[in-house]
Each structure stands twice: as structure tokens, then as C-alpha cells.
T-cell receptor, first 113, second 114 residues
Framework: SAVISQKPSRDICQRGTSLTIQCQVD?????MFWYRQQPGQSLTLIAT?????????ESGFVIDKFPISRPNLTFSTLTVSNMSPEDSSIYLC??????????FGPGTRLTVT | AQSVTQLGSHVSVSEGALVLLRCNYS??????LFWYVQYPNQGLQLLLK??????LVKGINGFEAEFKKSETSFHLTKPSAHMSDAAEYFC????????????FGQGTRLTINP
């Protein structure tokens, strides 16, 4: 298994600003993922964070809006840039352990006013 | 492309009653299937997974799910509901690489009536 922590747990931000979310894992993992969960909705994959290379973004998500860093095998950050109220969501990071188990962090609840 | 459909956005059962949460999938390759639970203000917890071994999969907290290829279904069941089971449940399908890049269903909110 894996234990994942995220900071901050929640934040209220003004439109036009940026927020960086941190994700820390208790073991080294190859792949980390970032998901968005909009209010009352399911999870949507934003990107795959690869250590030592650029993140891979899913359709509808771009690096300028959601820059990601992955400086080592236990840590990643997701920045939500130039925020608007539509960015109000829960942002979750996750890791895959072995081949068949994906573990999620507790999420960062973001409200943009 | 893979997809998941969860029938019923909200299911309500009495404490002690059978829980049945429905999930149908679409996949062009043999699927890896997962059920997750999300308690209020928490992340997702893996309940169980199907990885092409036994078709009846047992998970945590007394839940189990049966993979039925002919029906493209992976319904989640629990014989007797407990108040602590109240949560949001998500079915997800994985990629050829297993649990990477999960595609989630819309979720089913389970309410337990005393």
C-alpha cells in the first residue's frame, strides 16, 4: 500500500491567483497522477506526473493552466493557475503500487471566489 | 475507449438489507475493474479489484463484486448494510497497464436508513 498526504487540505482563493498543491508519498513510486473532482461529480484525470520528464496531460487539460512538477520519486506538485470559479474542485493525487492498486491522497478542496 | 456506467446516482437501503450497486463497463480489451469508496471529506479507498483471476472478488468491509463478461457488468454487493457503509461509491475501469489511468463512473451515493 501507500500513504499519501496533500497540502493544503483546503483553501479559498481569489480569481486570477494561483495555488500550488503538494503531494507526498511514503515510498518511491514511478507514476503519480492528478485528478480533479468537480462538485457532485466523478473524478477526471488531469495528468500523469513522470519523474525526470514532462507531465503527460489528458485531453482538455494544458500545462499552462495546470503546471506539474515531479522532482523526485516521492513528491509532486500541481499548480492551478489564473484561477476562476470553475476551478473550484477537489484535487487528488494518486499513485499506483504494483500493477493493480491505485491509492489516493485525501484531496485538496479548492474554492475560488 | 473505455467507459463505465453506474446505474443509479443515489441508492437508499435499510440497515441490515442487501446492498446492490450497479456498474456496467465498456472496454475494447479485457478489463481491469475496481470499486472505490469515498467517505465525506476524504479521499478514495480501494474496496476491491478484478484482475482476470476469479470472477467473484471479495473486498474489504464485507463487500464483494462479480465480473460477468456476458453482461459487461461488475456489480457491488453486501449482504447486510451497516450505517457505516453510507458513502459515495465509484466503479472504475483500468487500462492495459492495470490500475493506471482509471476511468471512473459517475458514482453512487449510498444512504443507509436506520
Amino acid at each position: 500500500s501507500a500513504v499519501i498526504s496533500q497540502k493544503p487540505s483546503r483553501d479559498i482563493c481569489q480569481r486570477g491567483t494561483s495555488l500550488t498543491i503538494q503531494c507526498q508519498v511514503d515510498s518511491q513510486v514511478t507514476m503519480m497522477f492528478w485528478y480533479r473532482q468537480q462538485p457532485g461529480q466523478s473524478l477526471t484525470l488531469i495528468a500523469t506526473a513522470n519523474q525526470g520528464s514532462e507531465a503527460t496531460y489528458e485531453s482538455g487539460f494544458v500545462i499552462d493552466k495546470f503546471p506539474i512538477s515531479r522532482p523526485n520519486l516521492t513528491f509532486s506538485t500541481l499548480t492551478v493557475s489564473n484561477m476562476s470559479p470553475e476551478d473550484s474542485s477537489i484535487y487528488l493525487c494518486s499513485v499506483v503500487v504494483g500493477r493493480y492498486e491505485q491509492y489516493f491522497g485525501p484531496g485538496t478542496r479548492l474554492t475560488v471566489t | 475507449a473505455q467507459s463505465v456506467t453506474q446505474l443509479g446516482s443515489h441508492v437508499s437501503v435499510s440497515e441490515g438489507a442487501l446492498v446492490l450497486l450497479r456498474c456496467n463497463y465498456s472496454s475494447s480489451v479485457p478489463p481491469y475493474l475496481f470499486w472505490y469508496v469515498q467517505y465525506p471529506n476524504q479521499g478514495l479507498q480501494l474496496l476491491l479489484k478484478y484482475t482476470s483471476a476469479a470472477t467473484l472478488v471479495k473486498g474489504i468491509n464485507g463487500f464483494e463484486a462479480e465480473f460477468k463478461k456476458s453482461e459487461t457488468s461488475f456489480h457491488l454487493t453486501k449482504p447486510s448494510a451497516h450505517m457505516s457503509d453510507a458513502a459515495e461509491y465509484f466503479c472504475a475501469v483500468g487500462s492495459l497497464q492495470g490500475a493506471q489511468k482509471l476511468v471512473f463512473g459517475q458514482g453512487t451515493r449510498l444512504t443507509i436508513n436506520p
